[in-house]
């Protein structure tokens, strides 16, 4: 089998046994290109590959300047790849099986203040043109704030998981996990108010012959619903309008701030793990660093010798 062969089984491997997203998946591909490409340049390929080819591809990675996190996500996705293929039976032997990847630099999540997010939230009642896209972006960005979802996960909520007010909504995420998210108050009027409209775009749509969506965020383009880029622009856009410095706010922030304010007012670490979807609990003690002005306002007022 060629090269090319051997990351396309790989990849199907992937989808099917592990339910790897398509974005997860096109990773990999072009991790492994990179690595096949280097491997070709030297007159080598997958199936001749050995340690020392896999340590000096990763030398290679250094020089180029790539960050550890990058160069950490190459290695693993060829680690992946070898040991499929040594599963597989298509190599005798796992050339990368012993290689320790560069670690990750350990930064603290950007996050928002709950004043830069309620000027967020309050842009989005604001923005668009029509009010059903006012009311669109301000659902939006409630239900990102308070479920603290992957932009993913957002833009593809089908119809069916926000029916009925809910007070919980189901989450499907990495891998096809699912989890069950409570929905703040604000987020369940933010909800009904879009259902109501989303409904009324249904039906006249249904009255020219289109077929209904089944995402709660529909769009006319390929995907079928909003696409992420479409939300990054969006979210810009708000901060922009609301007076937050654009630098700081990305999809992926709003989640930073839920998991933040909720563990900074006293909620539970495990529960933070299981509203993100984080399959390991050290993935989530990242965002234990606002505990620290609450642990000093702790030791100050209740310790006897702080309070001598």
């Given at each position: 089998m060629s090269d090319r062969h051997w990351i396309a089984a790989f990849l199907d491997a992937q989808a099917a046994e592990r339910g790897a997203a398509t974005n997860t998946q096109l990773a990999y591909a072009r991790d492994l290109a990179d690595f096949t490409d280097?491997?070709?340049?030297?007159?080598s390929s997958l199936t001749a590959a050995q340690k020392a080819d896999v340590e000096n591809y990763l030398i290679h990675c250094d020089a180029q300047g790539l960050a550890k996190s990058t160069r950490a996500r190459r290695l693993s996705a060829i680690k992946q790849l070898y040991r499929f293929c040594f599963e597989e039976g298509f190599r005798a032997d796992n050339p990368a099986v012993q290689i320790s990847g560069p670690g990750r630099d350990k930064r603290l999540p950007k996050t928002l203040s709950t004043q830069e997010v309620d000027r967020l939230?309050?842009?989005?009642?604001?923005?668009?043109?029509?009010?059903?896209d006012r009311g669109r972006n301000t659902c939006l960005m409630?239900?990102?704030?308070?479920?603290?979802m992957r932009v993913s996960e957002l833009v593809t909520l089908p119809l069916s998981a926000a029916k009925?007010?809910?007070r919980m909504l189901l989450i499907r995420g990495k891998g096809g996990k699912e989890r069950m998210v409570p929905l703040s108050p604000p987020a369940r009027v933010a909800l009904a108010r879009w259902l109501e409209t989303r409904e009324a775009m249904e039906d006249a749509a249904r009255a020219d012959g289109k077929a209904a969506s089944t995402f709660l965020f529909p769009s006319r383009g390929k995907s079928g619903h909003?696409?992420?880029?479409?939300f990054y622009v969006l979210i810009k856009e708000l901060a922009v309008e609301g007076g937050v410095s654009p630098a700081k706010v990305t999809p992926h922030t709003l989640r930073h701030a839920f998991a933040t304010h909720l563990l900074a007012n006293g909620a539970d670490l495990r529960a933070i793990q299981t509203f993100l979807g984080h399959a390991d609990v050290s993935t989530t003690e990242i965002y234990t660093h606002v505990l620290e002005e609450r642990l000093k306002e702790l030791v100050l007022d209740h310790h006897p010798l702080a309070r001598d």
């Open positions: 280097w491997l070709a340049g030297r007159a939230l309050e842009a989005a009642t604001a923005h668009g043109r029509t009010a059903a409630h239900l990102l704030y308070a479920t603290g009925g007010d809910p909003l696409t992420r880029h479409a």
